[in-house]
């Protein structure tokens, strides 16, 4: 099929790869020059694992192509809306401005017959009202169909995601709708992909439903930490027995520094606010979940001043500051925003992330910035574990005392065993551990 994607950012540009790869004819549209340069040259403009490879056979294919000019959607069938809807400066709403701005850009060039596809994440009603506007300028139907992306196994979530969810409207025009999509993602669903066929309103929902439960199951298993701490109890020790219950599951009660991104803590804030906007009290509990899940940053701050006679002027060493491993996201990222705090109490802290020193540095360019982890390391009066990369959870305590002035070690992720730090004479701190 003849696709366009508007917004080729994080979502955006995955998406147009995966559908190119996949054998669709797709042009990804951006209003930022430099973003449609490196991708018409093979280059991400961030780290996603196995995005590179599929952009760069899409490209060879001659199936994929990117463009700054609105007017290059003209002649696709469909048309995917896939930008931001960050939260609004000065209130916990989602700011739907660059979703508006996309539809808008696209009603000079729709045909009769096309189908603009919804992916970004938006409040609910926002989907009927756009559908209006699609019809009355240019007798084209809309359908929304979220995204359900994991950063760091996006394109995986892309061709082969655990579910499909279209949102289309009522009658005739939602069976076109839905037979355009099958189209689409024809070669997921001959492999038994499930697909749902919805209303807008619970399209819309799904999304934001599913973010919030996993904020809610996270912010959990870290109010369980604050008890363990408090009983001397083992947080990861009660995750493994709760979690072998079906009913709740093991995935996500790994209890740390919290979650991050550009997704959840947006996601949750922007629910509540709608639900708010709709008279309903529904959701209020998720201004706890929040407020649970910004306490860990504050806790891993207390630990370094209770391990540290003076933070001012301490060497801290910072491993990882991206929101999550596989990733260079650090969007409220828990882990950047503790070695800022650390930094402005004074402390000399030297960060290394696999890959995403270079997106942090533009947000703290005050932080020192190493290439490896032993730079990191050397010299420093304590270590801090805030990203759960592979190659921290490997490193062994005779590796790191050989480089540390200082045998302390804040593991705010729970990657390693208390016991084995500590019989290398590493003061050891983790969060919800004995």
Request: proline content about 5%; glycine content about 10%; some cysteine.
């Amino acid at each position: 099929m003849r696709i366009s994607v508007i917004g080729c950012g994080y979502l955006g540009a995955v998406h147009a790869a995966c559908m190119a790869d996949l054998g669709h004819e797709v042009v990804g549209i951006d209003v930022d020059p430099r973003k449609i340069d490196m991708l018409s040259s093979g280059h991400a403009p961030f780290f996603e694992p196995g995005l590179p490879e599929a952009l760069r056979r899409a490209l060879d294919s001659g199936r994929l192509r990117f463009s700054t000019d609105p007017a290059d959607a003209a002649g696709s069938q469909v048309h995917f809306v896939a930008v931001g809807t960050p939260q609004t400066a000065g209130s916990d709403a989602a700011d739907l401005t660059y979703v508006d701005a996309a539809v808008q850009g696209l009603l000079p060039h729709l045909a009769d017959g096309d189908l603009v596809v919804g992916k970004s994440t938006v409040p609910v009603g926002t989907a009927s009202r756009l559908a209006d506007l699609v019809r009355a300028s240019s007798g084209a139907e809309l359908a929304w169909n979220p995204e359900f992306l994991r950063e760091g196994f996006a394109v995986a979530d892309t061709v082969a995601p655990d579910r499909f969810v279209y949102g289309v409207p009522s009658g005739d025009a939602g069976e076109r709708a839905t037979a355009v999509l099958d189209e689409v993602y024809a070669t997921a669903l001959a492999t038994g992909t499930p697909r749902l066929v919805t209303g807008y309103a619970t399209a819309e929902l799904v999304k934001v439903s599913a973010n919030a439960f996993l904020a809610t199951k996270i912010s959990f298993i870290n109010a369980m930490a604050e008890i363990a701490e408090a009983t001397g109890a083992d947080v990861t020790q009660l995750a493994d027995a709760i979690g072998h219950d079906a009913r709740i599951g093991r995935r996500l009660l790994n209890a740390g520094l919290g979650f991050g991104g550009g997704c959840l803590p947006k996601d949750i804030r922007a629910f509540r606010a709608r639900s708010r906007e709709l008279g309903l009290e529904s959701l209020d509990f998720l201004a706890d979940v929040d407020a649970v899940n910004l306490r860990r940053r504050d806790r891993v701050v207390d630990l370094v001043g209770e391990m540290l006679d003076e933070v001012r002027g301490a060497r801290i060493a910072v491993l990882g500051v991206a929101f999550k491993p596989d990733s260079d996201d650090v969007r409220d990222s828990p882990a950047l925003d503790v070695a800022r705090r650390l930094h402005a109490a004074g402390a000399d802290v030297v960060v290394h992330d696999p890959e995403a020193n270079e997106t942090a540095a533009r947000l703290a360019p005050d932080l020192g910035y190493v290439d490896d982890v032993p730079s990191a390391l050397r010299g420093a009066e304590l270590v801090l574990v805030l990203t759960e990369w592979k190659q921290f959870k490997a490193l062994r305590p005779a590796e790191v005392a050989a480089l540390v002035s200082s045998r302390r070690i804040v593991d705010a992720r729970n990657v390693f065993d208390p016991a084995e730090w500590r019989e290398a004479g590493f003061e050891f701190r983790g969060l919800g551990r004995p």
